[in-house]
């Protein structure tokens, strides 16, 4: 059975239009994903249905079989489904130790998260380093690093990243992209958004391309990258926003 | 912008021009016509005749009021607490060129409307530099700054007040003068509501309250529309102090300045539909109706200001955009409202 | 010298309630955005309770705190069940709760006036009226008293907010209300729970301010104005910013009040918060809020 499954969503904002018009994508548990598409497509959208940040108009989300359509965030979290969106969402008067702590709110066990924290910040020294400072007073990419931290917190099953790369200089951006691979070996199944597709692609197992609040097309990222007519019609644009 | 769209839907369904045009012109003139003979109307209601032509007369300076506030909170969404202070300056300006000078307040209405449009300028350009809470945190502030003034200022009697003298006008038809008087205005902050909503400089509001730096990258200088917008919107509110002063023959800072008139101004701006021309007259009709009929029913009481703020409440909850918005959005609202 | 030592330790001592008063707003703004206008009334409805229970059961208001804050907890919760989360989805939610809060207030108020009148109150226990000597310093009991709760309830609130797993929750929230709930924090309950809190500081300082000063239901006008100055100076959500407004504007006003007179010491706020507001629209001390 797969993982995740989303099912003919249809959702949006308020009282606006549809934004997802009948969206179905499939999450296997040990494969990572990339999600690619031009603005407006739906790529956050999506990622923010799934979160129970957005209530879907109609549709289903499945996690292990079980409908989870209306969960509110928390309870999407309790169930393993981590989400970090695009703008460091971060708490800018707490320091990084904090920061780290309440990704770990929804676990009550001290000795645990103790635990995971070390293993936090042997995987981003850097953290280690900035653990008493403000979480506000640090870099982008620092605090791209805290989001990941945090989410490592909780261990969770899946772990959607919405514009991983956003506003970093890309090397820094690099760094961050091994980072996410590294999650694929603690059992973590990863769903990327990249507005930057090919380095998106360049980092996943699996594409799925979003056009208009629906998927035009999935298949093997590195498929995807290497077929020149794929490459044109559903990347051009953005490689070539990607490049400049 | 969705006001923009609704009204090019509208324009969709009819090929050559909006619909309703007629039936609003009906309207008007019936209005306008009721307005002007009730005095003769309410004439065979003898025994309370001062008390109709009062009510009616009140309701003509809430109309005005509520149209004129509708300008900055309605039009550019800056909601103001402090409207009172307007509401006052006409009153006083007029009341002291009465009391100092013997000027009739009659013929000095145009500059108590000026009096206050030039305060609403002054303090526009110094309240409107914060947005959203904070400017609705300010013009409270501007209120009880004002008060504090008026209250301890003695040249204008303090908190006892400041007695005019009597109109001399036959007692029995004492209220007609008034009455008129508040007519004009009504009618001259309907017209202008109605003008600004129709020109550039309303689209422009419209487009500061759904998205003020998109309107300011759309080259409107935003500054100032906010502070000409707060200055209009003081005029007749300016005007309608000064009737309603001299109708009091006595001017205290608390009749002016009490939180509840300016809560009235936007409980009746919202009721009726915040940002349309016709919502705050209808808010306005509406709500002094139903209190004179509550004040005759149950007498007046302390409940009065639990109303006033319940239905503030439950519009917000369950009405936020009004009758007129309501009915708009859902394409029910009879041509004859549709003043936009 | 000793004219103005004075006058400095009147003015904290004041302060002091004043900060308490100010913290619940600062924290409600904080948690959840909103600019509570009915804040001062719901102190009001606080000293009222005092009232009845002082003149009916004699009850020592310093005592009757522990009946009106729960009492005022309870009322805070249930209003935000009630209320508040209608508003979430409008697209001017912080306006909405300003108007929302302004007509809870004229409620309150007119409730008030129904129930009370609208005379004069004032809750006399013996402590009202007498004062003790500090050395040359002249320290009223009453207003020592309050102050020094005030100052107890300011510490409990920084201890839960600092060393608790819930109040690390508020606080998280108070910084950024998307990420906490992205760490799994339900916010709903966290600002239910903010709320509650917020008016079980209102219904302490109600009780403390009923033997400070008379009290009738349109005072809560003249108090919210004072309060937003407040917490306008120390920037709307931070509670150490309010705290420190709420020292300075009372050691302020009570300097202005000592050198023009008590008419003009209002203006001290009202003027602060007006001139703040224009040339620093985010408060002195809270860069990071946006109004």
């Given at each position: 059975?797969?993982?995740?499954?989303?099912?003919?969503?249809v959702?949006?904002?308020?009282?606006?239009?549809?934004?997802?018009?009948?969206l179905?994508?499939?999450?296997e548990?040990g494969?990572?994903?990339?999600?690619?598409?031009?603005?407006?497509?739906?790529?956050?959208?999506?990622?923010?249905a799934?979160?129970?940040?957005?209530?879907?108009?109609?549709?289903?989300?499945?996690?292990?079989?079980?409908?989870?359509?209306?969960?509110?965030?928390d309870?999407?979290?309790?169930a393993?489904?981590?989400?970090?969106p695009?703008?460091?969402?971060?708490?800018?008067?707490?320091?990084?130790?904090?920061?780290?702590a309440?990704?770990?709110?929804l676990?009550n066990?001290?000795?645990?998260?103790?635990q995971?924290?070390?293993m936090?910040y042997?995987?981003?020294?850097?953290?280690a380093e900035?653990?008493?400072?403000?979480?506000?007073?640090l870099?982008g990419?620092?605090?791209?690093?805290?989001?990941?931290?945090r989410?490592?917190?909780?261990?969770?099953?899946?772990?959607?990243?919405?514009?991983?790369?956003?506003?970093l200089?890309p090397?820094i951006?690099d760094?961050i992209?091994e980072?996410?691979?590294g999650?694929?070996?603690?059992?973590?199944?990863?769903?990327?958004v990249?507005?930057?597709?090919v380095?998106?692609?360049?980092?996943?197992?699996w594409?799925?391309?979003?056009?208009?609040?629906?998927?035009?097309?999935?298949?093997?990222?590195?498929?995807i990258?290497?077929?020149?007519?794929i490459?044109?019609?559903y990347?051009?644009?953005?490689?070539s926003?990607?490049?400049t | 912008?969705a006001?923009?769209?609704?009204?090019?839907?509208?324009l969709?369904?009819?090929?050559?021009?909006k619909?309703?045009?007629?039936?609003?012109?009906v309207?008007?003139?019936?209005?306008?016509g009721l307005?002007?003979?009730?005095?003769?109307?309410a004439?065979?209601?003898?025994d309370s005749?001062a008390?109709?032509?009062?009510?009616?007369?009140?309701?003509l300076?809430?109309?005005?009021?509520s149209?004129?506030?509708?300008i900055?909170?309605?039009?550019a969404?800056?909601?103001?607490?402090?409207?009172?202070?307007f509401?006052a300056?006409?009153?006083?300006?007029?009341?002291?060129?009465?009391a100092?000078?013997?000027?009739?307040?009659?013929?000095?209405?145009?500059?108590?409307?000026?009096a206050?449009m030039?305060?609403?300028f002054?303090?526009?350009l110094?309240?409107?530099?914060?947005?959203?809470p904070?400017?609705?945190?300010?013009?409270?502030?501007?209120?009880?700054?004002?008060?504090?003034?008026?209250?301890?200022?003695?040249?204008?009697?303090?908190?006892?007040?400041?007695?005019l003298?009597?109109?001399?006008?036959?007692?029995?038809?004492l209220?007609?003068p008034?009455?008129?008087?508040?007519?004009?205005c009504a009618?001259?902050a309907?017209?202008l509501?109605y003008?600004v909503a129709?020109?550039?400089?309303?689209?422009?509001?419209?487009?500061?309250?759904?998205?003020?730096?998109?309107?300011?990258v759309?080259?409107?200088?935003?500054?100032?529309?906010?502070?000409?917008?707060?200055?209009?919107?003081?005029f007749?509110i300016?005007?309608?102090?000064?009737?309603?002063g001299?109708?009091?023959?006595?001017?205290?800072?608390l009749t002016?300045?009490?939180?509840?008139?300016?809560?009235r101004?936007?409980l009746?701006?919202i009721?009726g539909?915040?940002g349309?021309?016709?919502?705050p007259?209808v808010?306005a009709?509406?709500i002094?109706g139903?209190?004179?009929?509550?004040?005759?029913?149950?007498g007046?009481?302390e409940?009065?200001?639990?109303?006033?703020?319940?239905?503030?409440?439950?519009?917000?909850?369950?009405?936020?955009?009004?009758?007129?918005?309501?009915?708009?959005?859902?394409g029910?609202l009879?041509?004859?409202?549709d003043w936009? | 010298m000793?004219h103005?030592?004075?006058?400095?330790?009147?003015?904290?001592?004041?302060?002091?309630v004043?900060?308490?008063?100010?913290?619940g707003?600062?924290?409600?703004?904080?948690?959840?955005?909103?600019?509570?206008?009915?804040h001062?009334a719901?102190?009001?409805?606080?000293?009222?309770?005092?009232?009845?229970l002082?003149?009916g059961?004699t009850?020592?208001?310093?005592?009757?705190?522990?009946?009106?804050?729960?009492?005022?907890?309870?009322l805070?919760?249930?209003?935000?069940?009630?209320?508040?989360?209608r508003?979430?989805?409008?697209?001017r939610?912080?306006?909405?709760?300003?108007l929302?809060?302004?007509g809870l207030?004229?409620?309150?108020?007119g409730?008030?006036?129904?129930?009370?009148?609208?005379?004069?109150?004032?809750v006399?226990?013996?402590?009202?009226?007498?004062s003790?000597?500090i050395?040359d310093?002249?320290?009223?009991?009453?207003?020592?008293?309050?102050?020094?709760i005030?100052?107890?309830?300011?510490?409990?609130?920084?201890?839960?907010?600092?060393?608790t797993?819930?109040?690390t929750?508020?606080?998280?929230?108070?910084?950024?209300?998307?990420?906490?709930?992205i760490?799994?924090?339900n916010?709903?309950?966290?600002?239910?729970?903010?709320?509650g809190?917020g008016?079980?500081?209102?219904?302490?300082?109600?009780?403390?301010?009923?033997?400070?000063?008379p009290?009738f239901?349109?005072?809560?006008?003249?108090?919210?104005?004072?309060?937003?100055?407040?917490?306008?100076?120390?920037?709307m959500?931070?509670i150490?910013?309010?705290?420190?407004?709420a020292?300075?504007?009372?050691?302020?006003s009570?300097?202005?009040?000592?050198?023009v007179?008590?008419?003009?010491?209002?203006i001290?706020?009202?003027l602060?918060?007006?001139?703040i507001?224009?040339?620093?629209p985010?408060?002195?001390?809270?860069?990071?809020?946006?109004?």
């Open positions: 059975m797969a993982l995740l499954e989303v099912e003919d969503v959702a949006g904002y308020g009282a606006g239009p549809d934004i997802l018009t009948g179905s994508v499939t999450i548990e494969t990572s994903y990339c999600i690619v598409g031009p603005n407006g497509a739906g790529k956050s959208t999506l990622l923010r799934i979160a129970g940040f957005l209530k879907p108009r109609a549709g289903e989300v499945r996690l292990d079989g079980v409908l989870m359509n209306g969960s509110r965030p309870q999407m979290l309790a393993g489904i981590c989400f970090v695009q703008d460091a969402s971060l708490f800018p008067m707490m320091t990084v130790r904090e920061n780290l309440m990704g770990g709110y676990v066990d001290r000795a645990l998260l103790r995971r924290m070390d936090v042997e995987t981003f020294p850097i953290l900035r653990r008493g400072q403000n979480a506000g007073t870099s990419g620092e605090q791209q690093m805290v989001t990941l931290g989410a490592l917190m909780i261990e969770p099953r899946v772990v959607m990243i919405d514009e991983p790369s956003l506003g200089a090397m951006a760094q992209f980072k996410i691979r999650f694929g070996a603690l059992g973590i199944t990863v769903v990327l990249e507005q930057n597709a380095k998106g692609l360049e980092n996943v197992d594409g799925i391309v979003l056009d208009l609040g629906s998927k035009d097309f999935e298949g093997p990222a590195d498929g990258l290497a077929d020149p007519r490459r044109e019609l990347l051009g644009k953005t490689m926003k990607g490049m | 912008m006001v923009v769209e609704e009204r090019e839907g509208l969709g369904e009819s090929p050559f021009r619909p309703g045009t007629r039936s609003r012109r309207t008007l003139i019936v209005a306008l307005v002007l003979f009730f005095p003769l109307i004439i065979p209601l003898f005749y008390y109709v032509l009062q009510v009616g007369m009140l309701m300076m809430w109309i005005a009021m149209s004129s506030w509708n900055i909170g309605g039009f969404g800056y909601i103001s607490l402090g409207h009172g202070v509401f300056i006409g009153g006083y300006a007029a009341g002291l060129a009465l100092h000078w013997g000027i009739s307040p009659f013929l000095f209405l145009p500059f108590a409307g000026l206050a030039a305060v609403g002054l303090a526009g110094i309240t409107l530099r914060t947005r959203g904070a400017f609705i945190v300010a013009t409270i502030a501007m209120l009880f700054l004002f008060l504090l003034w008026f209250d301890n200022w003695e040249f204008i009697g303090a908190s006892s007040g400041l007695d003298p009597f109109l001399q006008f036959p007692v029995q038809w209220k007609v008034f009455y008129y008087a508040m007519a004009l009618i001259g309907v017209y509501a003008r129709h020109s550039k400089f309303g689209l422009g509001l419209r487009a500061i309250s759904q998205d003020e730096t998109k309107a300011e759309a080259g409107i200088n935003t500054r100032w529309y906010k502070v000409w917008a707060f200055a209009l919107s003081a007749f300016g005007v309608a102090g000064a009737i309603y001299y109708s009091l023959t006595h001017l205290r800072p002016f300045f009490a939180i509840a008139v300016a809560a101004m936007v009746m701006a009721i539909g915040r349309t021309v016709a919502g007259v808010g009709i509406l002094i139903v209190n004179e009929f509550a004040v005759r029913q149950f007046e009481s409940l009065n200001i639990v109303f006033t703020g319940l239905i503030l409440v439950l519009a917000l909850l369950f009405f936020p955009q009004g009758i007129v918005g309501s009915l708009r959005k859902s029910r009879p041509a004859f409202l936009d | 000793a103005w030592l004075q006058i400095l330790v009147l003015g904290l001592l004041l302060g002091g004043y900060a308490m008063m100010a913290s707003l600062t924290l409600l703004f904080g948690v959840m955005r909103v600019v509570n206008l009915a001062a719901f102190i009001l409805i606080a000293s009222y309770m005092t009232y009845a002082f003149e059961l009850l020592d208001p310093m005592i009757s705190l522990f009946v009106t804050m729960p009492l005022m907890f309870g805070g919760v249930g209003l935000y069940l009630l209320l508040f989360p508003l979430e989805e409008s697209p939610y912080v306006e909405m709760t300003v929302l809060t302004f207030a004229l409620i309150v108020e409730l008030l006036t129904f129930t009370f009148t609208g005379t004069f109150r004032s006399r226990p013996e402590y009202a009226s007498t003790i000597m050395g310093l002249f320290v009223p009991t009453s207003q020592l008293y309050a102050s020094l005030s100052f107890a309830l300011l510490i409990l609130l920084w201890v839960f907010l600092r060393f797993k819930t109040g929750a508020i606080r998280a929230t108070m910084q950024n209300r998307a990420a906490a709930q760490v799994g924090v916010v709903r309950r966290i600002s239910a729970l903010s709320f809190l008016m079980s500081l209102a219904g302490a300082a109600g009780s403390l301010l009923s033997f400070m000063f009290f239901p349109a005072r809560h006008w003249q108090w919210i104005a004072l309060l937003l100055a407040l917490i306008v100076l120390g920037g959500g931070s150490k910013g309010a705290v420190i407004g020292l300075l504007l009372a050691v302020a009570a300097f202005v009040t000592d050198l007179g008590p008419t003009w010491s209002p001290t706020f009202y602060t918060l007006f001139l507001l224009m040339v620093r985010q408060g002195l001390f809270g860069a990071k809020v946006r109004l």
